[in-house]
């Protein structure tokens, strides 16, 4: 029994090691919309809604074949842009997070799907104020929004 469970810690040790150094597999491209495109393409997504926040491009999509979302920005380094995926397509109708970039910015974020997907805006009210959000798509994503619990 220990010698399993010492294989199999082994094992996952080398797996973690082995998918943490994916950087030669890694690809470049010379534009964000390149970078954009091609990861779309790979998740079989379109695109909602793109942000520019802190120098950081984000991005809201959509898969083709499921009422699922998802956010990732774009990298940018001296070989060019790449897409990074931040948060793996997900169906709940609201979410508030923190997002960590691949460059370890940190943008507060709110994401919701609206429950008329005919509409152009929609109004978060919180404690201090209230939100004007565009829904594209029948969902919204907003930045630096305060906290709802």
Known sequence: ?????????????????SSCTNEPDRIWYDTVDDA?????LDMGA???????????????????DADA?????????????????GISPFSSPFIQLNYKTESNNVIRLTIGKASDETSKEIILEGKSRKYNLDVVNGYYIGIDIEPFY
Do not use: C, P
């Open 36 to 40: 954009i495109h091609h990861g779309l």
């Open 1 to 17: 029994m220990k010698k399993i469970l010492l294989v199999l810690i082994a094992f996952f040790i080398s797996f973690n090691l």
């Open 46 to 64: 379109f695109e909602i809604r793109r942000l520019s926040v802190d120098e950081e491009t984000l991005f809201l999509y959509k898969l083709n």
């Open 69 to 85: 979302i998802g956010l990732a920005s774009v990298t940018t380094s001296d070989k060019g842009y790449s897409w990074y995926q």
